[in-house]
């Protein structure tokens, strides 16, 4: 196999109510208590802010060669989790783009991020991903 990544992240609990993962020099505290805590990311929210992470990077990647004009870009997300068994049954997006290009570029930069998105490929193979792309009302 080519173009194998490895990924090496470490996670430690802390105390009962959260716990701290790291990678790199990189550290983000995790809300892993039961009594939930505000100033962290739950781990259904860590995997939504991975895929919005994930379609970001890949609209970074895809936009110099697709010569596409971007000034900036957001992505809001929803997921819906079933009880029995736990786990996340869909997943909504929305791409919000800061562009002047034509609706036309904006799907291929939207097919472009969907296509090469290591996360979102992976999720969408387990999930219902669905999504739109759109551009800014600031551009409107």
């Known amino acids: 196999?080519?173009?194998l990544l490895e990924y090496i992240v470490s996670a430690?609990?802390?105390d009962a109510s959260g716990s701290v993962a790291t990678a790199k020099a990189a550290e983000i505290v995790l809300d892993t208590g039961l009594a939930g805590r505000a100033d962290a990311l739950n781990p259904a929210e860590l995997l939504l802010a991975s895929?919005?992470?994930c379609m970001i990077k890949g609209a970074e990647?895809?936009?110099p060669m697709l010569n596409f004009e971007l000034r900036g870009m957001s992505v809001r997300l929803h997921a819906?989790?079933?009880d029995a068994p736990p786990s996340i049954k869909t997943i909504d997006y929305e791409i919000v783009i800061e562009s002047d290009e034509p609706e036309r570029r904006l799907e291929l930069l939207h097919t472009n991020i969907?296509?090469?998105g290591t996360?979102?490929?992976t999720l969408a193979s387990a999930v219902h991903l669905n999504g739109s792309i759109r551009r800014s009302d600031?551009?409107?």
Do not use: D, F, W
Request: charged share 30%; no cysteine; hydrophobic share 50%.
């Open 114 to 116: 969907r296509k090469y």
């Open 119 to 121: 996360i979102s490929n």
């Open 80 to 82: 819906v989790r079933i």
């Open 1 to 3: 196999m080519t173009g």
């Open 61 to 63: 990647r895809v936009a």
């Open 51 to 53: 895929l919005a992470a």
């Open 138 to 140: 600031a551009e409107a």
């Open 12 to 14: 430690r609990r802390v």
